[in-house]
């Protein structure tokens, strides 16, 4: 039978570990603390399993790793240094991203056909059944649900079948299956409980056990250990037994032990730890381990040498129903090779690295965990990085463990996998397991996923499936296939940097490993390019072509150069891609981004030859000169780019070939100022181009000075001194190369000062700080100085700001320690003399500036100080003055430069109280400085009042008196006064002298320059005295602020009669103004026509005017007389509010005459005010006021009652002549508001009777419910209550049931109360003192049972007569008891709040100030407290 393919790749299956790849592991660690005395196995056993808290492990190097890549490439960006140009980022878009993550096709999934096909054929012809288990070793054993076990070669053919139908019959299902290691012995597990032992070799039954576990389970796991005398097996009850097999004179036995018992958690995952062939000697492997996995926790048990727990691990909070999973790997950790355990019960897989330490303990540590969005039901190591997890989706996902990345995921839904729930759920036996087990057993797929040597099977229930990982080559080819180019180089090119996962058959040094790879992606590059060629289209728009290409060329040409093989980019592809031209184009144009980044700097002559030709041909001259500075010079033609340069204005370019090609520095400059010289020798402006390239000229001689090369790098060591030697002789030239007679002397410095004076000099002064022991430099230096002072002193083309510069520069050149210049001192003084001349006003703020520079710079330059301060005095340069003045400490002049300057005047006030508040001035210079503050204080306050008030409250508190007396304007001592006088938070401290004058003066002024600020003032300003303030608003007639103020000294009538006053004034305006409404719209209407009609008549002629005249009359007038109106009306409201508002105010502490007195006069005004008003608007104005004689009534109702104010309206004369019906809404008005009132109360009182009565009615009940003794003796003297039958005897029942005399109770001093009083309260003597002991007298009742609900004194009378004595109950007294109070308290909690009858309670005492109640806080006039009631507004139709 030949092989297949799946058949040679088992075959073929190594069991080694890849050690390669043991120091690029990083894994984040950390040791759990050992325990001195691990736990014993019956310990754990015994303990509770509490679920709902689980001990969790301390993890402190859990982290976030969803996005985390540990092996990604860090590779920068390819076109770093682009010059940002939108057009060139818009053409040149980057195709290869390195640091994206390509995978591929990591597994290979192939059916096994054989094998399915002998599973299909055994169900059909010889009844095996389905299949349920499978294992795979050095063969493949596929158990069957009638007890049948078929053993395949790796070739795929059925080598044996073990078993038969009857003992199927007999034993069940096969449940579970393992092979030992050296592949001889088969153990098979059965559903009813039974387990064989097969002979491999000649499939020979050898034990049959069938007492290893309690019967009536099911065998869900059995496995061999690295001891193939040692198993372990795991029932469906959650047990775990040893099963140790024994040949002892040739009889072969089974001794069973119980590892852990299913009462104590249920187990349902074993997994021994089993070494491979390399690591059979590794010492871990003596200590036997087992991993076993309960419904609640992870144990770790060593078998040998005896038992011994070396780790529990209990699992964080999980779905009940998710399958724990445990498998084991030898990984390659810190140089070392150790057992990782792989667990996991949901979505997080655990690693625990267990090692043995020198001590023999074995130590557990936890690693980094891996956090998934699924449900895991089967987990399994392909190798020692590689994880492969199936969801229960049946999805499966190729993870990479130390960069926690999916690398794949597949869809296993085709393999239908055989579940294990049958056995779970012991079926065979009866179904007797918990429902905790039976609900695991629901997704648990144990026996169907086996693997071994980097392979894992899967069985369906038909079919047999292996997956394996690909090969590196396999995976590049998978994506070759579908013609993913780019794909598969960036898969290569991870495989290439050592930055891809799962990587199988790269073997040898990482050397070997690059040159396999890159031999690989050359021939996907030749194959790229020929299927670029092949699909392009041969018609159509050219932009199609070009995007076309633009996918493919960056690729190729970005990956010829990550692999260094531009030979290759060059010859064979570019040869190959010449053939079409849009390729080629696209090619050209792609260099540029490697070209500027430096990847690219030496290119063939032919290729350099297309690249200018195409450029230039394209009109790509900004991309040309990019790319030329960045090429090595030695592949340029030298004459055709220095042509194409400067045809072109490439001056960068220019520059670098003849600096580089030809070690010319000067030349270039020479062509440079040939092109800015003409201009600015014929003073015409320049454009921006000029403007540009005399900016480069300036760069460019800067960088030869200072040794570094334009645009980019430096010159070479050997030629820095000589190319410096060379700039300075070409600057100092007298005349250029082809001069005319025209040009002056020194062209070159000459065009430079010109251009830009003071970066010039910069640039030579960045020069000089590098000349030190240069001879010649520093004679150059001299030079070029002395050829300045004579370029530009007396030269009247210069301004003074360029002129200052010079000596600006000079001076800082001589103030250096170790100069050697020399310059003429006289020069100075000539320029002193040039910048300081009187007569040229222009430039002013440019000369001063340049003055002050060169004046700051100082040392050598010393001008005659008094000469300078003379010339600035006259030149009116303020700020030099400063300077001197501030040199000789007269700070009080520099007050004086301060005023003079329009510049500066405003700074004053910050300079002065700097002065005046930090420490370095003496008193004396502080004293000179505040005597001319005092001098100039007029000019300072009215520069600014606000900020000279701050200068006066933190200076000059003592010489306010003298401020004021100098300010002579009234209107400026306002503003002063204002801004001197607001409250300040940063100094509420201070307190100025006189304040109270300054008060009452501030008060003054306020009358006469702004009465609408007064009030605000009266309020806060607590300074002034009242009669001195009621005297100004008096003669000033400011009435609303005299009001208050007469309202503040309590003079209420004083007060009254002024906005009464004010009052009348305003109404007899809006009266007035409602006579005169048709005077004024006459009026308005002569002056709008006559305005209208001059228009009109200017506009249109005669019937212009006319029409204009009568329009412009009609509306002048209107709206001119109604917003008059309106504001009057205004007016009239806020006055009448103001005296309504006083009138509340004042009416509190009044009696009811003299609210009288106020109210009374006020609503005469109101009403006489509506019988003047007439004329047009009457009607209006009318209605407004009877509004405002309501509201008056409304307000007044509150403290004069309403016959009073009828009887007061029918004294006027008016009305009392019967002339009533003016006067009939107003009463009709006050009846309605009576009649809402009359039916609000008697609502009222209704709902409160109803109240009173319930309540009542409750309290009657509770208070004449019978009382019913316990007992019919006294519970004090314990003789019945009726001791004497002579004499009458008053006992006393409490609600608790005790019964006493009454005389019992006064001997324990039971009572509270004095014995006089009629009433006396009793409590009941057992229930108060059977707790707390025999207790004293008390004198207040408290709340509990011990006092009676109705204290009922009862009295028998016994007659004289002999007759057969009667006793006689006689209710004496029945009181409120605490306990009644508590049933009337209930009562009133059933309403939320108040109850009704208690605010009437507390309404009927408002007039008394005994008690304050819940509705009206305790403050002045609340015993005046009346309800103000109005009845809902009136609409009228």
């Known amino acids: 039978m030949s092989q297949s393919p799946d058949a040679r790749s088992l075959m073929s299956a190594s069991s080694q570990l890849n050690l390669v790849e043991v120091d690029s592991i990083d894994d984040k660690e950390f040791d759990i603390p050992q325990v001195d005395t691990p736990p014993t196995l019956e310990s754990i056993l015994s303990e509770l399993e509490d679920e709902d808290e689980p001990f969790v492990l301390e993890d402190t190097c859990v982290v976030n790793t969803d996005n985390m890549d540990a092996h990604s490439c860090d590779t920068s960006s390819l076109a770093s240094s682009d010059s940002g140009d939108p057009a060139y980022l818009k053409r040149k878009r980057r195709t290869v991203d390195l640091n994206a993550t390509v995978h591929g096709s990591v597994l290979r999934h192939s059916l096994l056909k054989g094998i399915s096909a002998q599973i299909v054929s055994a169900a059909d012809k010889v009844d095996a059944g389905l299949p349920t288990a499978i294992t795979v070793s050095g063969v493949i054993v596929v158990g069957t649900s009638h007890g049948l076990a078929l053993v395949f070669e790796t070739n795929q053919a059925l080598r044996l079948c073990l078993g038969t139908k009857t003992t199927g019959a007999e034993f069940g299902a096969v449940s579970a299956l393992s092979i030992n290691h050296d592949c001889s012995r088969l153990l098979c597990g059965f559903a009813k409980g039974q387990i064989t032992m097969w002979d491999l070799a000649n499939g020979k039954l050898l034990r049959t056990i069938t007492d290893a576990h309690p019967p009536g389970t099911a065998v869900l796991h059995v496995k061999f250990t690295d001891d193939p005398t040692l198993a372990v097996c795991n029932d469906s009850g959650g047990s775990v037994f040893e099963l140790a097999f024994r040949r002892v004179m040739g009889m072969r036995s089974c001794d069973s032990r119980c590892l852990f018992s299913g009462s104590k958690g249920e187990v349902c995952c074993v997994e021994p730890l089993r070494a491979p062939p390399d690591f059979r000697d590794h010492p871990i492997t003596h200590y036997s381990l087992l991993a076993m996995a309960s419904l609640t926790k992870i144990l770790v048990i060593g078998l040998k040498p005896t038992l011994k727990v070396w780790m529990t691990f209990p699992y964080s909070k999980s779905d009940p129903s998710s399958v724990p999973q445990l498998s084991w790997q030898f990984v390659p950790v810190q140089k070392a090779v150790n057992p990782i355990l792989a667990f996991c019960k949901g979505d997080t897989v655990h690693f625990l ?197 633009q996918d493919v060329v960056p690729v190729l040409v970005d990956y010829s150069l990550l692999l260094q093989r531009a030979d290759l980019l060059f010859n064979q592809l570019y040869s190959r891609l010449m053939e079409n031209m849009v390729a080629k184009g696209v090619f050209l144009e792609s260099l540029e981004s490697y070209i500027i980044a430096d990847r690219l700097g030496h290119m063939t002559t032919p290729i350099m030859r297309d690249l200018l030709a195409h450029y230039h041909g394209n009109g790509l001259l900004d991309s040309l000169e990019r790319c030329i ?379 006469r320059f702004s009465p609408h600020q007064l009030l605000s003032f009266l309020h806060t300003s607590q300074h002034y005295r009242l009669e001195e303030a009621i005297q100004v608003t008096e003669k000033y007639r400011c009435n609303e602020a005299r009001a208050f103020l007469l309202e503040k000294k309590g003079d209420v009538q004083g007060a009254f009669v002024v906005l009464l006053e004010t009052l009348k004034d305003k109404l007899c305006l809006l009266t007035a103004e409602s006579d005169g409404g048709q005077d004024g719209g006459h009026d308005g209407g002569q002056d709008g026509g006559q305005d209208g009609g001059q228009d009109g008549g200017q506009d249109g002629g005669h019937d212009g005017g006319q029409d204009g005249g009568q329009d412009g009359g009609h509306d002048g007038g209107q709206d001119g007389g109604q917003d008059e109106e309106e504001s009057t009306l205004t007016r009239v409201k806020d006055s009448l509010n103001d005296i309504l508002a006083f009138c509340h105010r004042s009416c509190q502490n009044l009696s009811q005459e003299q609210r009288e007195s106020l109210w009374f006069p006020l609503l005469d005004t109101m009403m006489a005010s509506q019988k003047q008003v007439k004329g047009l608007k009457a009607k209006r104005i009318s209605e407004v006021l009877k509004e405002l004689t309501m509201k008056v009534l409304n307000c ?126 009793w409590r009941c003597y057992k229930c108060s003192f059977s707790h707390g002991g025999m207790g004293g007298a008390s004198t207040k009742p408290t709340r509990g049972r011990c006092t009676s609900l109705a204290q009922t004194h009862v009295t028998t009378v016994h007659h004289d007569t002999g007759a057969a004595a009667h006793r006689k109950k006689v209710f004496v007294e029945t009181t409120l008891d605490l306990q009644q109070e508590q049933s009337w308290d209930q009562i009133r909690c059933l309403y939320r709040g108040p109850s009704r009858l208690s605010i009437l309670s507390e309404l009927s005492h408002c007039h008394s100030n005994e008690k304050t109640g819940f509705l009206i806080p305790a403050q002045p006039g609340t015993e005046s407290f009346q309800l103000k009631l109005s009845p809902p507004p009136l609409l009228e139709e």
Request: a negative charge; charged letters at 25%.
């Open 353 to 549: 690295l267990v090692k043995k330490e020198e001590t023999g303990t074995i130590h557990v540590i936890k690693q980094r965990q891996l956090h998934l969005s699924c449900d895991i039901i089967s987990l399994s190591w392909i190798n020692s990085r590689t994880l492969v997890l199936v969801d229960s989706h049946e999805k499966l996902q190729v993870v990479d463990r130390p960069s926690q990345d999916v690398l794949e995921t597949l869809d296993l839904e085709q393999v239908q996998l055989v579940y294990n729930s049958r056995h779970f759920k012991s079926l065979a036996t009866g179904g007797n397991v918990s429902q905790a087990l039976a609900l695991v057993g629901e997704k648990a797929c144990y026996q169907s996923v086996s693997s071994y040597a980097g392979q894992i099977i899967y069985l369906g229930t038909k079919s047999a499936h292996i997956m394996a990982l690909r090969n590196w080559r396999e995976r590049i080819d998978c994506f070759l296939k579908q013609e993913h180019f780019v794909e598969a180089l960036s898969l290569a090119w991870s495989f290439h940097e050592g930055t891809a996962k799962a990587v199988v058959g790269l073997y040898g040094d990482p050397l070997k490993r690059k040159a396999v790879v890159s031999d690989k992606m050359v021939e996907i590059l030749f194959q790229f390019a020929e299927f670029a060629l092949k699909k392009c289209p041969e018609q159509g728009k050219i932009q199609v072509m070009e995007q076309h290409f």
């Open 629 to 1007: 500075v960045h090429l090595d010079v030695t592949s340029l033609d030298i004459h055709q780019v220095v042509q194409v340069c400067w045809e072109n204005q490439l001056y960068d370019a220019m520059i670098y070939v003849f600096n580089s090609g030809m070690n010319d520095y000067i030349t270039p400059m020479e062509k440079l100022f040939a092109v800015i010289g003409p201009t600015l020798r014929e003073g015409r402006s320049l454009t921006d181009e000029d403007v540009v390239m005399g900016n480069k000229l300036l760069v460019y001689i800067s960088c030869c000075l200072a040794g570094r090369a334009y645009p980019r790098g430096n010159i070479p060591e050997d030629l820095v001194v000589q190319v410096k030697h060379q700039v300075f002789e070409f600057l100092i030239r007298l005349h250029s190369a082809d001069s005319s007679e025209e040009e002056e002397v020194f062209p070159f410095i000459h065009t430079l000062l010109h251009f830009d004076t003071r970066e010039f000099l910069n640039v030579l002064a960045m020069t000089f700080e590098d000349f030190k022991n240069d001879k010649q430099a520093l004679e150059y230096q001299q030079r070029i100085v002395d050829i300045l002072l004579q370029v530009m002193v007396d030269n009247p083309d210069f301004t003074p700001s360029q002129v200052g510069g010079l000596f600006t520069f000079l001076a800082r050149q001589l103030a250096k320690p170790d100069n050697t210049l020399f310059v003429n001192r006289k020069l100075f003084d000539q320029v002193l003399e040039f910048l300081c001349c009187p007569d040229d006003d222009s430039r002013h703020t440019e000369r001063q500036q340049v003055l002050l520079e060169l004046l700051q710079v100082g040392g050598v330059v010393q001008f005659n100080e008094g000469r300078l301060l003379t010339l600035a005095e006259k030149a009116k340069f303020y700020q030099i003055c400063e300077f001197l003045y501030e040199k000789k400490h007269l700070y009080d002049r520099i007050i004086d430069c301060y005023l003079k300057d329009p510049l500066r005047k405003l700074e004053i006030f910050c300079y002065i109280d700097s002065l005046l508040s930090m420490p370095g001035y003496s008193s004396e210079e502080k004293q000179t400085v505040k005597n001319k503050v005092l001098q100039n204080i007029q000019e300072l306050v009215t520069l600014d009042p606000s900020k000279s008030a701050d200068l006066v409250v933190f200076h000059f508190t003592e010489e306010v008196q003298q401020i004021i007396s100098e300010l002579q304007d009234d209107q400026l001592l306002f503003r002063f006064l204002s801004c001197l006088l607001e409250p300040r938070e940063s100094y509420s401290d201070s307190i100025l002298p006189l304040e109270r004058d300054l008060h009452e003066l501030l008060l003054d002024l306020l009358c």
């Open 1196 to 1321: 007044m109702s509150s403290f004069i009652s309403l016959p009073a104010i009828i009887q007061q309206i029918l004294q006027d004369p008016v009305y009392g002549k019967g002339k009533l019906a003016e006067i009939q809404g107003l009463i009709l008005g006050m009846l309605d508001t009576f009649n809402y009132e009359q039916t609000l109360l008697e609502t009222t009182t209704s709902l409160l009777n109803h109240d009173l009565h319930w309540s009542l009615a409750h309290l009657r009940a509770a208070v004449t419910r019978g009382v019913h003794p316990r007992q019919d003796y006294c519970n004090i003297c314990l003789q019945h209550y009726k001791r004497r039958q002579d004499s009458a005897e008053e006992i006393i029942v409490f609600s608790c049931g005790h019964l006493y005399h009454l005389q019992c109770l006064q001997q324990k001093d039971c009572g509270w109360g004095a014995a006089s009083e009629v009433q006396q309260w």
